[in-house]
């Protein structure tokens, strides 16, 4: 059995200590593929440089997250445009980039959205897609501009009709610790619901801590744990299904991601 974790913070200063013991437990769980995203200019410069260790290959997106928006300054995406343009061979995807409607700004987010979108379809790349009670927002700017390349919808909440949505728009649903929380029921629902080939594993470690861990730092070893709920989810439960289901998790995440 093997994992991919598409989304994980690997290279953020959380884990500036002890990130060969992080990484060394991670390998011991069975991960052997992270997606690590760019958030702004300066950490997506750095991350090219992250090479392969400890029995784990990284793969990189790069982009400006909504989230770090006060950080971002005037020309940061075209200089992240020119940045991916000259390591396109180094990256899987563009992002993670999108639209979160607690920052506010949605304006500028939107538009700084669509670059993204341009900038991944002209790489032929998918995108890394951040949302928070942002999906019409999101389905807006696809409607603007349809990402040629699809991607992964970062830590999907949402309905059975929003799921559907990306799926069609060519996407692939993250799975992470939300499903590991009651309160998340609906999600919990979809997820259930959806078939496995639209849905791909995911921790956003040092982010998103899983039910029983809140206010603790999140590691991608902790993706064991939630396939586990996706096991239960799915009504899995001999070693033999849970076997198939990590290959068919871990062929959708180097399927969407091209590689
Ligand atoms: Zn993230």
């Given at each position: 059995?093997?994992?991919?974790?598409?989304?994980?913070?690997?290279?953020?200063?959380?884990?500036?200590?002890?990130?060969?013991?992080?990484?060394?437990?991670?390998?011991?769980?069975?991960?052997?593929?992270?997606?690590?995203?760019?958030?702004?200019?300066?950490?997506?410069?750095?991350?090219?440089?992250?090479?392969?260790?400890?029995?784990?290959?990284?793969?990189?997106?790069?982009?400006?997250?909504?989230?770090?928006?006060?950080?971002?300054?005037?020309?940061?995406?075209?200089?992240?445009?020119?940045?991916?343009?000259?390591?396109?061979?180094?990256?899987?995807?563009?992002?993670?980039?999108?639209?979160?409607?607690?920052i506010g700004k949605l304006d500028y987010q939107q538009q700084l959205f669509l670059q993204h979108i341009e900038l991944a379809n002209q790489l032929s790349l998918p995108l890394?897609?951040?949302?928070?009670?942002?999906?019409?927002?999101?389905?807006?700017?696809?409607?603007?501009?349809?990402?040629?390349?699809?991607?992964?919808?970062?830590?999907?909440?949402?309905?059975?009709?929003?799921?559907?949505?990306?799926?069609?728009?060519?996407?692939?649903?993250?799975?992470?610790?939300?499903?590991?929380?009651?309160?998340?029921?609906?999600?919990?629902?979809?997820?259930?619901?959806?078939?496995?080939?639209?849905?791909?594993?995911?921790?956003?470690?040092?982010?998103?801590?899983?039910?029983?861990?809140?206010?603790?730092?999140?590691?991608?070893?902790?993706?064991?744990?939630?396939?586990?709920?996706?096991?239960?989810?799915?009504?899995?439960?001999?070693?033999?299904?849970?076997?198939?289901?990590?290959?068919?998790?871990?062929?959708?995440?180097?399927?969407?991601?091209?590689?």
């Amino acid at each position: 059995m093997a994992f991919f974790d598409t989304h994980c913070h690997i290279d953020f200063d959380e884990f500036e200590d002890d990130r060969s013991k992080v990484l060394a437990d991670a390998t011991a769980c069975n991960v052997s593929h992270m997606l690590v995203p760019g958030v702004t200019l300066a950490q997506s410069a750095k991350l090219l440089s992250l090479e392969n260790t400890q029995g784990i290959t990284f793969y990189k997106a790069l982009g400006l997250h909504p989230y770090f928006l006060s950080e971002h300054q005037q020309g940061d995406f075209e200089r992240l445009a020119t940045l991916a343009k000259s390591h396109r061979d180094s990256l899987v995807a563009i992002g993670e980039c999108g639209i979160d409607r607690s920052i506010g700004k949605l304006d500028y987010q939107q538009q700084l959205f669509l670059q993204h979108i341009e900038l991944a379809n002209q790489l032929s790349l998918p995108l890394v897609v951040h949302h928070r009670k942002s999906h019409d927002l999101i389905a807006e700017a696809f409607k603007a501009l349809k990402p040629k390349c699809g991607g992964i919808i970062h830590a999907f909440s949402g309905s059975a009709q929003v799921a559907n949505y990306y799926v069609e728009q060519g996407f692939k649903l993250g799975v992470g610790g939300t499903i590991t929380y009651a309160r998340a029921q609906k999600t919990r629902d979809v997820i259930a619901s959806m078939p496995i080939e639209n849905l791909v594993l995911e921790t956003d470690a040092p982010s998103m801590p899983l039910y029983g861990f809140q206010g603790e730092r999140n590691t991608p070893s902790q993706i064991t744990r939630v396939f586990d709920e996706l096991c239960e989810l799915k009504g899995i439960e001999t070693q033999s299904a849970r076997i198939m289901l990590a290959e068919q998790l871990y062929s959708s995440s180097c399927s969407v991601l091209r590689i």
